[in-house]
């Protein structure tokens, strides 16, 4: 059996390929309407549209990850499957970096595809949007310089070239869980949980199907019981809209927030009990 993927709507097509000299030529050329910038091509196949001008940026963005005492600094050509095997980034976030990327599709999806490409496109189904958003994140713009990821992810797309995603070391202790029906698929909800040192509580739902949202809840699920916990990860589910789909109903979207969330809190409250014994 022939694989679907060879497909004519699978295949990108444009009528010019550039490579800009710098940023500011990329910036200049990006500014027609039919120029789109190439990364890992991964995320274009899903557009489905033909496309003016391609312009390669891949000699012009970062494609390392750089941990400093205060913080992480994550090219926008990075690879997804880079946040899932970085060592530094995986003990900040125990672990959160790993989970929201070795589940999508497989890994020779994840050597292509860039953070750039997820974080920019602000997809409905991007894990990776879903778990930076608990985060002290930060979009670093050619032009716009550095915009918070909240702030970013309700932008609507312009012309302006993503150069890096930000990270700032809080101490916080987070967690990220979705739900697929297949391995590969989509997710039919993710969730992402992180608390801070002044007892609050960040709270991210996507693929409800729409992007990620983000809201901020002034108490910490993980000192809750069971019962309690349950309770108010159903509330702060209730927060969110959510619709239906192929993979899933709005209620069901719904009934499964709560139940990530609990799940994400759990996590949490597991990492702090760990931490305090390695301290005893």
Request: hydrophobic share 40%; net charge neutral.
């Amino acid at each position: 059996m022939d694989s679907p993927y060879t497909e004519d709507k699978y295949v990108i097509h444009y009528k010019n390929y550039v490579k800009p000299k710098d940023l500011e030529e990329a910036f200049a050329l990006n500014a027609g309407k039919s120029a789109v910038i190439a990364g890992g091509f991964c995320f274009l196949r899903l557009q489905q549209k033909n496309i003016g001008t391609l312009l390669d940026l891949k000699e012009l963005l970062s494609d390392q990850i750089e941990e400093t005492g205060d913080g992480f600094r994550i090219g926008a050509m990075v690879s997804l499957r880079q946040i899932e095997l970085h060592e530094g980034l995986n003990r900040y976030t125990a672990g959160a970096a790993a989970d929201c990327t070795r589940h999508i599709v497989g890994t020779q999806f994840r050597n292509s595809a860039t953070v750039g490409g997820s974080i920019f496109g602000r997809f409905g189904f991007s894990d990776l949007l879903t778990c930076f958003l608990v985060m002290d994140s930060w979009v670093e713009l050619y032009k716009g310089g550095q915009v918070p990821l909240a702030e970013f992810a309700e932008m609507k797309p312009d012309g302006d070239i993503m150069t890096a995603l930000l990270i700032k070391k809080t101490g916080m202790n987070m967690a990220y869980e979705m739900m697929r029906n297949e391995a590969v698929d989509f997710p039919v909800l993710s969730a992402a949980a992180a608390e801070d040192g002044a007892g609050n509580t960040r709270i991210a739902v996507g693929a409800r199907p729409s992007r990620a949202g983000l809201v901020t809840w002034e108490g910490q699920l993980s000192a809750l019981d069971a019962k309690e916990r349950q309770e108010q990860a159903a509330r702060l589910a209730d927060t969110f809209n959510y619709g239906s789909n192929m993979r899933g109903s709005a209620e069901y979207r719904r009934y499964l927030a709560g139940v990530l969330l609990d799940r994400a809190a759990a996590r949490i409250a597991a990492q702090k009990m760990n931490r305090e014994e390695k301290t005893r």
